[in-house]
């Protein structure tokens, strides 16, 4: 008698309760999905919280889209988007490539009806008939870029992004971010260039529309490196297989309140931007609240963040920057640094809470081996906390920096080459 008033409940309440599940986004996915397993009049309410509140492996982008189109009307409470390309325990990509639906899949694809929808938003984002066209045929030969294009721009009110545990060169739509080292004008690298144009517009639409952005934690672009020691071999080589973020690149996001980034974006400022203490103030949003940095180490660090402390009136709105160290507060100069910092944030009236590994029973003691030694302080990488150690409580990450210390002390261990026995 009691379940079936239960079952006799509106969707809205059903709706409701689900949307209080706690737990991170992942977990609850998988609750829900368990949920609408047990019973068919849970299934279309499961469905429409889970396209609501969208969390998906970056292989799956297409098939989103056509759930998408099978419930349009799910199309417009989208706020928030999650995506997933990297894999926290393996630290590997999905695999996804240029064509990436399967044959025996694509036939969905090809309906007509489909086809229709997707040129729709097409049509929406960009008026240029030959950014138009060129999006179509890449459609026609499932392009994930193509694909992935559709989905962010598919959302008129999304307000949210998170891509923390992803691989950046997945996302070409952020090419412009990100400076070339085949291209620098009076010293200043210039963006990439896209290979499918019609992200640009992409990118206009989150640019207009986000106010919260979470940039992949994963940078390693290896093809379009910069190295500081080509030009500048006195300055320390920081991170030198990543490229940095482009200047000005970030101030188009003019309505972004929070914004979470890798160290690594800014990483070779010190060596390859003699002007940097004057571009950085420029190169954040203009309304930025919150800035949140991940992966981060006290060199490029400091850097990056006195010159924005220092013109704190230049970002009126900033109230609060979070900073996830990669490295532990092992040296003197470390300390100094972070002591300075705050000096800096206290005068500016910005709160700046930073975070360094624990490393609590970490350390691994010299180990004399065949002449073989190893000695290594702990770190942490954002990723064995799935790429977003801001959602996580101080038990969670101590256990997800246990787990990553265990398999960092495994590979160091098999490195070494014990002496053969007479």
């Keep these: 008698m009691a379940l079936s008033l239960v079952m006799q409940l509106p969707d809205e309440l059903f709706l409701e309760v689900l949307d209080h599940i706690p737990g991170l986004p992942r977990e609850r996915q998988k609750t829900i999905i368990n949920l609408s397993l047990t019973c068919k009049r849970f299934r279309p309410i499961c469905l429409e919280t889970l396209l609501v509140h969208p969390v998906l492996k970056i292989s799956h982008v297409a098939h989103l889209i056509y759930q998408y189109f099978l419930n349009p009307t799910c199309i417009s409470k ?41 040129t729709n938003i ?31 721009a598919m959302f008129p009110n999304l307000q949210s992004l998170l891509l923390g545990p992803n691989f950046l060169h997945y996302y070409p739509v952020f090419n412009p971010l990100i400076c070339d080292r085949a291209y620098e004008q009076n010293g200043v690298l210039c963006a990439l260039e896209t290979q499918t144009p019609y992200l640009d517009n992409v990118l206009n639409h ?67 931007r003699p002007m940097w203490d004057m571009q950085a103030k420029s190169v954040l949003p203009p309304n930025l609240e919150t800035l949140r940095i991940v992966d981060a180490q006290h060199v490029p660090l400091a850097h990056f963040l006195r010159p924005i402390l220092e013109s704190a009136h230049s970002l009126p709105s900033l109230k609060r920057v979070e900073v996830y160290f990669h490295d532990h507060l092992a040296y003197s100069g470390c300390t100094r640094r972070d002591e300075r910092l705050q000096i800096y944030a206290r005068t500016a009236g910005v ?69 053969a026995l007479d």
């Design 78 to 118: 989208v706020q928030t988007l999650e995506i997933i390309s990297a894999i926290p325990t393996t630290f590997q990509p999905h695999t996804v490539g240029g064509t990436f639906l399967a044959p025996e899949k694509s036939h969905i694809f090809a309906s007509r009806k489909f086809q229709h929808f997707c």
């Design 206 to 272: 989150l640019q207009q529309n986000l106010s919260s952005l979470e940039l992949p934690v994963l940078w390693n672009i290896k093809d379009m490196v910069y190295s500081p020691q080509d030009e500048h071999p006195e300055a320390r080589n920081i991170q030198n297989h990543l490229a940095p973020i482009s200047s000005q690149s970030l101030q188009h996001f003019t309505n972004l309140r929070e914004l979470t980034l890798p160290c690594f974006a800014f990483g070779q400022y010190r060596a390859i």
């Design 122 to 152: 097409i049509y929406t984002c960009t008026s240029s008939p030959q950014k138009q066209s060129t999006w179509i045929e890449n459609l026609k030969n499932y392009s994930f870029d193509a694909y992935l294009g559709i989905l962010l």
């Design 351 to 419: 709160k700046l809470w930073m975070r360094h590994p624990k490393g609590a029973g970490m350390r691994i003691t010299p180990l004399m081996v065949s002449d073989l030694w190893m000695f290594r302080e702990p770190v942490f990488d954002a990723l064995a906390a799935n790429g977003q150690p801001w959602r996580c409580g101080e038990n969670d990450l101590l256990e997800f920096e246990k787990q990553a210390w265990n398999r960092r002390k495994e590979e160091e261990i098999a490195k070494l080459t014990l002496p």
